[in-house]
């Protein structure tokens, strides 16, 4: 299928009879920090360098020599009532009714980054102006929930390749859907519900006092600094 055989759509889907809407559930208590994930979100989609439509920051809690690394994936939520849809001067950026995917369209973006101003999760960003392999430059873009592969019936490259099963994806209005057994019998979190976007990634287990951090707030040369300083504390007592 392609975009134009979807009907956009400025309403909500969760809880529409008849209506698909996709979600994914992330279980923080099985995600390791192997980043595959983030590899198998690259090589799908060959994302520029310094750039990630999915991404896992992670901080160190607990105080050494007891301490562990908290992880959050992080990428599009795909809200139910996205701020970048209503922002968006242009109408590139849009949401279809048939699995509420928020997408955009690249030859109506003009890279104003109001979108980008609007997201509340540091979930967009510019493509550069310089790429050797595709035309698609000096625009916004983010994770799609692999549309294209969703819509052929296959699962999102970043939950095909995630070793530990943290995460899931599928209807969530479907009551008998993985996702939605999931929602149904945890408790579930969303990031910054008080923005009012009815995001439709939920956590397990997530750390609300490690999520409302931007990427560069998990610099590794700040992380790998804290556990030298900890180390050397270590010999010299």
Request: proline residues 7%; charged residues 25%.
């Amino acid at each position: 299928m392609t975009h134009k055989e979807f009907r956009i759509s400025p309403i909500e889907t969760r809880d529409v009879a008849g209506k698909k809407r996709y979600a994914m559930v992330i279980d923080t208590r099985r995600c390791i920090g192997c980043m595959a994930c983030q590899v198998a979100c690259k090589a799908e989609y060959d994302t520029p360098l310094g750039v990630n439509r999915t991404w896992v920051p992670y901080k160190v809690v607990g105080t050494y020599p007891t301490v562990k690394k908290h992880f959050l994936p992080r990428l599009c939520n795909h809200c139910d009532d996205p701020p970048c849809v209503r922002n968006c001067p242009v109408d590139a950026t849009y949401k279809v009714e048939d699995g509420g995917f928020v997408l955009q369209r690249y030859e109506r973006c003009i890279g104003c980054r109001t979108c980008m101003a609007s997201c509340p999760y540091n979930a967009r960003f510019m493509l550069p102006a310089h790429r050797s392999y595709t035309d698609i430059t000096k625009v916004v873009d983010k994770c799609t929930f692999c549309f294209h592969r969703v819509t052929q019936g296959l699962a999102p490259a970043c939950v095909q390749t995630c070793i530990g099963r943290a995460r899931v994806f599928g209807d969530i209005n479907d009551p008998a859907s993985e996702v939605s057994y999931l929602v149904a019998n945890n408790p579930t979190q969303v990031l910054r519900p008080e923005e009012g976007t009815k995001p439709q990634v939920f956590y397990i287990a997530a750390d609300r006092s490690h999520t409302e951090f931007g990427r560069d707030a998990y610099r590794p040369p700040d992380v790998m600094e804290d556990d030298r300083r900890a180390f050397e504390r270590h010999l010299r007592s």
